[in-house]
T-cell receptor, first 112, second 112 residues
Framework: EDKVVQSPLSLVVHEGDTVTLNCSYE??????LLWYKQEKKAPTFLFML????IEKKSGRLSSILDKKELFSILNITATQTGDSAIYLC????????????FGKGTSLLVTP | IAGITQAPTSQILAAGRRMTLRCTQD?????MYWYRQDLGLGLRLIHY???????GKGEVPDGYSVSRANTDDFPLTLASAVPSQTSVYFC???????????FGQGTRLTVV
C-alpha cells in the first residue's frame, strides 16, 4: 500500500529558530515529491523534487530528496510568525493518473 | 476567472439530499482531481481525471461520482449525502506528470 508519512505532526518553535520537517514515502512508480504550505484555505506550492541530492531553495526555505532512503526534508531557517501553517508533503506516482498522494501534514506554530 | 474556481464556498446539507460541487479551471490543464480534507487524516483523493472524457477512482470514492465532459469543468456529485461526508473539499488541476497541482479555495460541506 502506498503511503506518505510526515513527522512531526505538530511543532511549536520561537521566532528565529530553524526547523526541519520530515517526509518518508513508500510508493510504487515514484515520479516526484512536492511540498505545499497551507494557511487558511488552499495549499500553495513550495517545491517539487525529482532527483536525489539536489537542493531546492527559496529564500529561507530549502528542501532535498533522498530516493535511496525514500525521504525528503524541508528546512526553514530564521522562522517568522508568518511561517505558521500546515506543511504538506505529497508524492506523485502513476497509480492514480497524475494525482498526488498526500501525507497528513505537519502543523507548525511560530511564536513571537 | 483566474486559476480554479469552486462553488459553493460553503454549504449545509440535509442528509439524504443530492448535491453537486462545482469546479472550473481556466488554465487548460489536462488533469483534474477532487480531494477531501479532514482533521487528522490529511488530503485524500476521491476521484481524478487525466483528460476530458476519462475519470478514475481515488482512495475514498464511495458515495461520490464525477464527470469530465470538457477540459474546464469537473463537478463532484454526492447522490445521497451522509454525515460522514462532512468535510472540506478541494478541487485541483495539473498539466500532467511531474507538474505541480493548483488548488481551488475549497468547499466546506456540512451534512446534518
Amino acid at each position: 500500500e502506498d503511503k506518505v508519512v510526515q513527522s512531526p505532526l505538530s511543532l511549536v518553535v520561537h521566532e528565529g529558530d530553524t526547523v526541519t520537517l520530515n517526509c518518508s514515502y513508500e510508493v510504487t512508480n515514484f515520479r516526484s515529491l512536492l511540498w505545499y504550505k497551507q494557511e487558511k484555505k488552499a495549499p500553495t506550492f513550495l517545491f517539487m523534487l525529482t532527483s536525489s541530492g539536489i537542493e531546492k531553495k527559496s529564500g529561507r526555505l530549502s528542501s532535498i530528496l533522498d530516493k535511496k532512503e525514500l525521504f525528503s526534508i524541508l528546512n526553514i531557517t530564521a522562522t517568522q510568525t508568518g511561517d505558521s501553517a500546515i506543511y504538506l508533503c505529497a508524492v506523485g506516482h502513476s497509480n492514480s493518473g497524475y494525482a498526488l498522494n498526500f501525507g497528513k501534514g505537519t502543523s507548525l506554530l511560530v511564536t513571537p | 476567472i483566474a486559476g480554479i474556481t469552486q462553488a459553493p464556498t460553503s454549504q449545509i446539507l440535509a442528509a439524504g439530499r443530492r448535491m453537486t460541487l462545482r469546479c472550473t479551471q481556466d488554465m487548460r490543464h489536462n488533469a483534474m482531481y477532487w480531494y477531501r480534507q479532514d482533521l487528522g487524516l490529511g488530503l485524500r483523493l476521491i476521484h481524478y481525471s487525466n483528460t476530458a472524457g476519462t475519470t478514475g477512482k481515488g482512495e475514498v470514492p464511495d458515495g461520490y461520482s464525477v464527470s469530465r465532459a470538457n477540459t474546464d469543468d469537473f463537478p463532484l456529485t454526492l447522490a445521497s449525502a451522509v454525515p460522514s461526508q462532512t468535510s472540506v473539499y478541494f478541487c485541483a488541476s495539473s498539466d500532467g506528470a511531474n507538474t505541480e497541482a493548483f488548488f481551488g479555495q475549497g468547499t466546506r460541506l456540512t451534512v446534518v
